[in-house]
């Protein structure tokens, strides 16, 4: 499995982006593709995931209500819809794929084992 991340950029303190990540090679239904980020000088920390089978979504509590990830099967592709964004979302994003991974492991980096580049996403105040 490949990934290829995709749109991130500058936006100002309450502005939104959106996020892609194509991917190529199989994903079956028991996939989870994730987005996370890493701030400078920080650890690089879970945002968002999706089941790729029945799409149910997970969200790190700081983004819930403001972020919303998707996915197109048939494009093989997960997004990140970023809105009301704040200086803080400031990182580099990665898309990352896990196989088959269980609930209580979502959000760790050691459940995926396929990572895209990142992307600069830079929210001014």
């Known amino acids: 499995v490949q990934l290829q991340a995709s749109g991130g950029g500058l936006v100002q303190d309450g502005g939104s982006l959106r996020l892609s990540c194509a991917s190529s090679?199989?994903?079956?239904?028991?996939?989870?593709l994730g987005w996370f980020r890493q701030a400078p000088g920080k650890e690089r920390e879970f945002v968002a995931t999706?089941?790729?089978?029945?799409?149910?979504?997970y969200y790190r509590e700081s983004v819930k209500g403001r972020f919303a990830i998707s996915r197109d099967k048939a494009k093989g592709t997960v997004s990140l819809q970023m809105d009301s964004l704040k200086p803080e979302d400031t990182a580099i994003y990665y898309c990352?794929?896990?196989?088959?991974?269980?609930?209580?492991?979502?959000?760790?980096?050691?459940?995926?084992?396929?990572w895209g580049q990142g992307t600069q996403v830079t929210v001014s105040s």
């Open positions: 999706i089941r790729w089978g029945g799409g149910h979504t």
């Open positions: 090679g199989q994903l079956s239904s028991g996939y989870a």
């Open positions: 990352a794929a896990a196989p088959r991974p269980i609930l209580s492991t979502l959000s760790a980096e050691s459940s995926y084992h396929y």
